[in-house]
């Protein structure tokens, strides 16, 4: 799943739960969210050629997705952003792995939990931006309403 998903989930977590516990949950949540099938492209050259193209289209609607927490939190600001960053934090390891592949030319051994996260995303298909768009729009309704009663 997009990092967008993944935020915005963690956000409806955090204003559900309204306590701490939304962290760890929202941490959880993102193993979840990508076990799903969503968005991705089978083959490593493909991969390559729209990974920028996908990750533009993902920061813009993630700081879209992060001012209007901002303005719309209220106490539960500080939450949902903690939520929102341990529900992002694993994709980290992506970034920083196609960094050494493109930059370095070489990719050290995945760990169990980098192994594990690459074998939970077998249902990314290229058809799974339906998906994709369908989590985001539910989840930002979802989100509206549970943050017009704060």
Known sequence: MTATNHAITAANIALVTKSWWAVPIALASHFVL?????????????????FKLVASVDLALFIATFLLVLATANQYIWLVLASGF?????DSVWFYRYYLEHKLGSLPARNKLTH????????ERPWGWVIEIGWFVAMLSLYLALASNL
């Open 34 to 50: 990508d076990a799903l099938p969503h968005f991705g492209e089978p083959g490593i050259e493909d991969r390559h050629s729209k």
């Open 86 to 90: 341990f529900a992002v934090l694993p």
């Open 116 to 123: 594990f996260h690459a074998k939970i995303q077998w249902g």
